[in-house]
C-alpha cells in the first residue's frame, strides 16, 4: 500500500467504499471450472467516492460520486442486516458495466483512498474481470494505487481493532449515521475524515497524543 511520503505530489485523492452482495468471490481456477457460459453474479451492489483536493493549506474535500448497482444475483441477509439495501431497491439500478465510463471518469487515475483497502481492490478486480476487461487472474488495481486507513492506523494505535467504526471514535469522528446502516457514500466520506485528521501528523485520542515524529 501507498504510504504518507508517497504523497508528497500527489494533488487529488479519492477515497471509495463499496457494499457487496456479502457472498465470497471465486477465485480464477474455480472460475475456471466452472460450465462455459455461465454469468456470474456481480458483488458490488453500491460505489461511493469522494475526491480530496490538495491546495496550499492542505487538503480538503470535492465532488462525491454515487451509484447503486444491480448484481444480478442474490444479497445475503447477513449483508443486509449491516447495509440495508435489499434486492428489491436494485430492481432499477444500472449494472457494473453502465456506470463504469461515469466510475473511470471520477476516479481518473489518481491515488485512490479507502479503509481495509484490500477488500475494495478484490471487489473492483472482480468485477472488472466480469465485465471482460480482464482476465480473472489479472489485475486492474492493485495496492500501489491505494492508501490504506486501516494501514496509516496502526501507527497512531498499535493493536487497536481495525473497524472503521474504531478508528472512528479514536479520532473523534461523529459517526451516529453509520448507527443503524453502513452506506458507500458515507463510507467514503468518513474514511476521508480519518484521512484527513491522520495525514496532519498529530491524534489525540482518549489515553494519549501521537505524532509521526514519535515513530
Known amino acids: 500500500m501507498l504510504t504518507l511520503d508517497d504523497l508528497t505530489e500527489v494533488r487529488r ?3 471509495i467504499d463499496a457494499e457487496t452482495t456479502g457472498f465470497r468471490i471465486p477465485g480464477a481456477a474455480e472460475i475456471k471450472k466452472m460450465p462455459k457460459g455461465l454469468r456470474l453474479p456481480g458483488i458490488i451492489i453500491e460505489i461511493g467516492c469522494l475526491e480530496l483536493l490538495r491546495d496550499d493549506e492542505g ?3 470535492g465532488r462525491d460520486w454515487h451509484r447503486r448497482i444491480q448484481p444480478d444475483g442474490p444479497i445475503a441477509k447477513a ?3 449491516i447495509h440495508g ?10 449494472r457494473f458495466r453502465d456506470v463504469l465510463d461515469e466510475f473511470e471518469d471520477f476516479i481518473q487515475q489518481d491515488v485512490l483512498l479507502a479503509h481495509s483497502a484490500s477488500n475494495e481492490i478484490d471487489f473492483l478486480n472482480f468485477e472488472y474481470a466480469r465485465v471482460g476487461r480482464c482476465a480473472f487472474d489479472e489485475s ?4 500501489n494505487d ?3 486507513t486501516q ?3 496502526r501507527s497512531f494505535f498499535p493493536g487497536a481493532p481495525g473497524s472503521l467504526d474504531v478508528l472512528c471514535d479514536r479520532l473523534w469522528i461523529d459517526r451516529s449515521s453509520r448507527f443503524d446502516h453502513h452506506g458507500a457514500l458515507l463510507d467514503a466520506v468518513l474514511t476521508a475524515e480519518a484521512f484527513l485528521k491522520m495525514q496532519g501528523g498529530f491524534v489525540q485520542d482518549d489515553t494519549r497524543s501521537v505524532s509521526f515524529g514519535d515513530q
Not at 439495501?85 to 444500472?94: R, V
Open 151 to 153: 494501514q496509516l492506523s
Open 79 to 81: 449483508s443486509m442486516a
Open 59 to 61: 487538503w480538503k474535500t
Open 85 to 94: 439495501i435489499h434486492p428489491a431497491q436494485l430492481k432499477d439500478a444500472p
Open 146 to 148: 491505494f492508501v490504506c
Open 140 to 143: 486492474i488495481f492493485s495496492e
Open 13 to 15: 485523492l479519492v477515497a
